[in-house]
């Protein structure tokens, strides 16, 4: 069976993308149109439950995506490839690269998700939890984690986005998994370089919360800081974020 993804450009760089909670393989913004297409290879997947693999079912985990991911890679007949991973997607990053080390060239993390999990207070964890099931409880994550400067509008765009392209009981069975599992000691020795991109207004996974967690457990990463943008830098500032995932993508292709 083959597996859900959006395929972009032809070049000898492989990259395999890994969306957040909020979206899809469809759901990167400008990225997919801003790829150099002889240059790169982009394979944006779509976990479980979500956008052209909304019918499937499964344990929706993080080990589940890393499989998958590596399944992909597979059916690509790519033996080595970097990895890309926003918000969840950071933490599926890092679960396919401890499961497969010898076959990652890089890792770019975006509002990522640190192998630790997320620490939610009660009212926070509330505030997720209730999000598979009201639309509200998205909008005002979107709302807090992109500073809360968007019109309305384009924070309901988001949240109609993430419900018509994720199941809801399969959106609600990924919290725990990217949210409350810390599997950072699976992790091995990162000897590919890490880097990480983070909006400044971001109030959940923004330039603090990566210091306080992935340049802890990882040193060697380098962290790029969009003051305009929040949680989704790939739509609030694309001009940025391109120059910032060039960069990364630059020095990860750098050896290929």
């Not at 950071?90 to 497969?100: P, R």
């Amino acid at each position: 069976m083959s597996i859900g993804h959006v395929l972009v450009g032809s070049g000898p760089v492989t990259v395999i993308a890994l969306h957040g909670w909020f979206g899809s393989a469809q759901g990167w913004g400008e990225l997919p149109l801003r790829i150099d297409g002889d240059r790169y290879t982009f394979a944006f997947l779509d976990y479980r439950g979500y956008g052209s693999r909304q019918g499937e079912t499964g344990d929706y985990s993080l080990a589940e995506i890393s499989a998958d991911t590596r399944a992909l890679a597979d059916e690509l007949g790519w033996d080595h490839y970097a990895l890309v991973g926003h918000s969840m997607g950071g933490s599926a990053m890092m679960s396919t690269f401890a499961d497969a080390p010898e076959r990652v060239t890089g890792l770019v993390g975006v509002s990522p998700v640190p192998p630790t999990g997320v620490p939610f207070d009660d009212d926070s964890w509330e505030l997720f939890d209730g999000a598979a099931e009201h639309d509200e409880n998205r909008a005002a994550i979107i709302g807090f984690t992109t500073g809360n400067v968007h019109p309305d509008e384009w924070v309901q765009q988001m949240v109609r986005f993430s419900v018509d392209n994720s199941r809801r009981d399969a959106f609600g069975a990924y919290l725990p998994s990217w949210g409350k599992t810390d599997f950072h000691e699976e992790v091995p020795a990162v000897e590919v370089p890490l880097r990480l991109i983070a909006g400044a207004r971001d109030g959940a996974l923004g330039p603090e919360a990566c210091q306080a967690s992935w340049l802890q457990l990882f040193p060697d990463a380098q962290l790029a800081v969009i003051e305009d943008a929040g949680h989704y830098p790939m739509y609030e500032s694309p001009d940025a974020f391109m120059a910032h995932l060039d960069r990364a993508l630059d020095e990860l292709s750098a050896g290929e």
